[in-house]
C-alpha cells in the first residue's frame, strides 16, 4: 500500500558522516511529516528527526547541530544528512510517514530500518 525504501546506511568512524535517504511510494495522497526514528535493544524507538512539508522541522537534542533533516517533496524522499557521528548513533534507523492515502483517512508508516554503526 505505503512503501518506504531506505539506503545509505553502513560502517563509519567516529567524526565521519553518513548520508540516510529514503523514498516513499504507494497510495499517498499527501503527507504530514516525514522523519528518522532509530532504535537499540536496550532502548525503544526514538525520534531523531522530522520535517513537514511546510517545512517544519523536529530534532532529538543529542543531534542538534549535527544532523540534517531535509526532503524533496516532489519526489516524497526524505534525507537524513548525519555529521560529526559518534559512537552512541550507532541504531537501526527507520524512516517514518504519516500521510493522508485518501481525503480523510490517515496514517502511520515505516521502513525497515538500515544500519547505522559508528565504531573505529
Known amino acids: 500500500q505505503v512503501q518506504l525504501v531506505e539506503s545509505g546506511g553502513g560502517l563509519v568512524q567516529p567524526g565521519g558522516s553518513l548520508r540516510l535517504s529514503c523514498a516513499a511510494s504507494?497510495?499517498?495522497?499527501?503527507?504530514?511529516?516525514m522523519g528518522w526514528y532509530r532504535q537499540v535493544p536496550e532502548n525503544g524507538r526514538e525520534l531523531v528527526a522530522t520535517r513537514t512539508s511546510g517545512g517544519s522541522t523536529n530534532y532529538a537534542d543529542s543531534v542538534k547541530g549535527r544532523f540534517t533533516i531535509s526532503r524533496d517533496n516532489a519526489k516524497n524522499t526524505v534525507y537524513l544528512q548525519m555529521n560529526s557521528l559518534k559512537p552512541e548513533d550507532t541504531a537501526v534507523y527507520y524512516c517514518y510517514l504519516r500521510g493522508y492515502t485518501n481525503y480523510s483517512q490517515w496514517g502511520d508508516f515505516w521502513g525497515q530500518g538500515t544500519q547505522v554503526t559508528v565504531s573505529s
Open positions: 504507494g497510495s499517498i495522497f499527501s503527507i504530514v511529516n
